[in-house]
């Protein structure tokens, strides 16, 4: 018995040390897991029957009752886009509607967040390839806020009182902003927003761990890349843990 109990360690050791020797040669020839795993994944969610350029929801809520627009999205790309007609739409592309909404009539307040994915075997990508929030370019928000774990946000001629941008990873970029009060948090990616407005009328607040940082066209030297400044009465706020940020103003005096 014990002799037996030596021979199956032996073989365990001898397929321990050649596994890892095989794992350390692929790793020297360019073999990535994490592509092999995204293409394992790719291949079953398509026997799934996931189809990528399909329109898997589509939420309309009337402008007239929304003044107030929350949004918390998961691992994917989200979209704002100005729109036409008195409808806020909402869609997304990919095979599972994943999202839930919500319309507070007294509030004046939209809320669309992401299902859970809890239940999800983890090699089951059923998530959306792509999000995308159009909405009317004559409306004039309150309050706007968007919380993408990981993924791009881009949004054009969106234009609200206050706004609430927070990303995990990934990039941002603003189209030309409209807003008294903004407030950026990235973790890690860039920042690009172009505002509408002079550089003159806002306070700052930039905070960056590592990454450069473009004011109106003038790269600010590290000692200025974190405190606060200027004396207008509207206000920008910035902070990205590790990233580029450029932020630009569309109408200097």
Not at 21 to 38: E, L, R, V, W
Not at 133 to 140: A, F, H
Not at 197 to 215: A, C, H, M, Q, T
């Amino acid at each position: 018995m014990k002799k037996f109990y030596k021979i199956c360690l032996i073989i365990c050791l001898v397929f321990t040390v050649a596994g890892a020797g095989c794992i350390i040669a692929a790793a020297a020839m360019g073999f990535s897991f994490t592509d092999t795993y995204d293409y394992v994944r790719d291949k079953i969610n398509g026997y799934t029957g996931r189809y990528e350029n399909d329109e898997a929801e589509r939420l309309e809520f009337p402008k007239a009752k929304v003044k107030k627009i929350k949004i918390a999205v998961g691992s994917r790309d989200l979209s704002i886009v100005r729109g036409e007609g008195s409808q806020i739409v909402f869609t997304t592309k990919g095979s599972q509607k994943l999202f839930q909404s919500r319309l507070d009539e007294g509030l004046n307040e939209l809320t669309i967040r992401s299902k859970s994915s809890v239940h999800r075997p983890f090699f089951f990508d059923y998530g959306y390839e792509q999000a995308v929030l159009s909405i009317p370019k004559d409306m004039n928000l309150d309050v706007f806020s968007v919380d993408v774990g990981s993924g791009d946000f881009s949004s054009e001629e969106l234009s609200s009182k206050n706004m609430k941008i927070q990303c995990g990873s990934g990039d941002i970029k603003l189209s030309g902003l409209r807003s008294d009060n903004i407030d950026i948090q990235c973790g890690s990616g860039d920042v690009d927003a172009d505002i509408w407005d002079g550089r003159e009328n806002y306070k700052y607040n930039i905070s960056v761990g590592s990454g450069d940082v473009v004011f109106d066209g003038h790269e600010l030297e590290h000692s200025n890349k974190e405190g606060s400044w200027g004396n207008g009465t509207k206000f920008i706020g910035v902070e990205c843990g590790s990233g580029d940020i450029d932020i630009n103003f569309l109408n200097n005096v």
